[in-house]
């Protein structure tokens, strides 16, 4: 028999692509994924699943190549955001199309967070793009989503795990995918050669980019004793404060709302804005699924 589920899917950056395993690995143990909530990776992977194309997206992330990232990122000209990731966001939006969450195959819900009233805003309704958008503006790396008298930013500030709301859905089955598990990175992911040089090559852009992204940073924030790791300092602390933040979140969403599978991404197998990571982290993402259920 077919057990139907709901997902809550956490946000966790970089980590999120372990979502696309998730997925992968449950629908191919023959559940039926009725119901999703997700937030920031969580709301744009469970999106892209609701709308049939998670598919077409895990196969774009896994071929980027050095003149891709050129072109999708750069510096942002404008105050609230260090990135500007509206190309990024116009590839997503041409994969989704014009689509309303309420046509949605599947129950869908996108968690975002409004700074005005500092309460969580649920996206039921209305255009799938807008909600996902609104759902992922990490605060400072991307401007933030004004919408009536809202000022919408990333939903992992006040809520990385939804499960709060598939709490009611009637499925056989809740499961929460926690991105921010302070546990041992025990999987180890042998990266085929083609995505191996694809990785370093990405990581190789991304890191320049850093560099320059430093430059609009006082130079006496950015000295460490660890020269090694000066080229990142802004993302490695600004990554490392979401996480710690969004774990002690996410333990509290994991106690107090009943989930009946919670499977955990470690901490550890990836930095938050480690983007070049996507074969490995959806790997991890199966390899997790299959040792939980």
């Given at each position: 028999m077919i057990r139907t589920i709901s997902l809550a899917l956490g946000s966790g950056g970089a980590r999120g692509y372990a979502h696309i395993g998730v997925i992968e690995e449950l629908e191919k143990q023959g559940y039926q994924i009725k119901s999703i909530a997700g937030s920031s990776m969580g709301a744009l992977l469970g999106g892209l699943y609701a709308v049939g194309k998670l598919d077409e997206f895990k196969k774009w992330v896994l071929r980027l190549d050095y003149y891709d990232i050129y072109k999708l990122i750069k510096l942002s000209s404008v105050q609230g955001g260090l990135i500007d990731a509206s190309?990024?966001?116009?590839?997503?939006?041409?994969?989704?199309?014009?689509?309303?969450?309420?046509?949605?195959?599947?129950?869908?819900?996108?968690?975002?967070?409004?700074?005005?009233?500092q309460k969580e805003v649920l996206f039921t309704k209305g255009k799938l793009i807008d909600a996902i958008r609104a759902s992922i503006a990490i605060p400072t790396i991307f401007t933030a989503v004004i919408k009536d008298d809202m000022i919408l930013v990333d939903g992992g500030v006040i809520n990385p795990l939804p499960i709060n709301v598939i709490a009611l859905d009637d499925t056989d089955l809740k499961i929460a995918v926690n991105m921010d598990a302070n546990i041992e990175n025990k999987y180890i992911v042998n990266i085929p050669k083609e995505y191996k040089t694809s990785e370093e090559i990405l990581y190789e852009r991304f890191t320049k980019f850093i560099e320059k992204a430093e430059t609009y940073v006082p130079e006496k924030l950015l000295k460490t004793k660890d020269t090694k790791k000066s080229n990142k300092d802004i993302f490695f602390?600004?990554?490392?404060?979401?996480?710690?933040?969004?774990r002690v979140l996410s333990k509290y969403s994991i106690q107090n709302f009943k989930a009946d599978i919670i499977i955990d991404i470690p901490r550890s197998s990836c930095e938050f804005y480690e983007f070049t990571k996507a074969y490995k982290m959806i790997e991890i993402g199966k390899m997790a699924t299959k040792d939980t259920i």
């Open positions: 190309q990024v966001f116009d590839k997503i939006a041409l994969m989704i199309g014009d689509v309303n969450i309420e046509d949605l195959p599947i129950k869908y819900t996108a968690v975002a967070t409004n700074l005005t009233t602390i600004l990554g490392r404060t979401v996480d710690i933040a969004q």
